[in-house]
Nanobody, 121 residues
Framework: QMQLVESGGGSVQAGGSLRVSCAAS????????IGWFRQAPGKERELVGA????????YSIDSVKGRFTISRDNAKNTVDLQMNSLKPEDTAVYYC??????????????WGLGTQVTVSP
């Protein structure tokens, strides 16, 4: 079993920055993608970005490119999501996730409990 614990998040005005961090434990991360999903009220959960643990390659959706950066720390087994130039539409609960594939929420093997990010106009 893998445990994922999120930290960070909070509230900020539009244009501000926040950082969320995911600490993974319980099993090796090799072979997994570790990523961040978000779910806004009334909307489906969507993948924001991910990192392939073994290679460090990252992926992010178009709407956050240039604003969000995902990074990993091999020594600490953490994955961070640095969010800059935040917009009200970024408001959501952000979930850390791990899986052999993250192309669908049905393929996610492990979830964190989520952390709230609120961006006010």
């Amino acid at each position: 079993q893998m445990q994922l614990v999120e930290s960070g998040g909070g509230s900020v005005q539009a244009g501000g920055s926040l950082r969320v961090s995911c600490a993974a434990s319980g099993r090796t991360l090799t072979g997994y993608h570790i990523g961040w999903f978000r779910q806004a009220p009334g909307k489906e959960r969507e993948l924001v970005g991910a990192v392939t643990w073994s290679t460090g390659l990252t992926y992010s959706i178009d709407s956050v490119k240039g604003r969000f950066t995902i990074s990993r720390d091999n020594a600490k087994n953490t994955v961070d999501l640095q969010m800059n130039s935040l917009k009200p539409e970024d408001t959501a609960v952000y979930y850390c996730a791990a899986g052999i594939s993250l192309s669908s929420i049905r393929l996610v093997d492990y979830w964190g409990l989520g952390t709230q990010v609120t961006v006010s106009p």
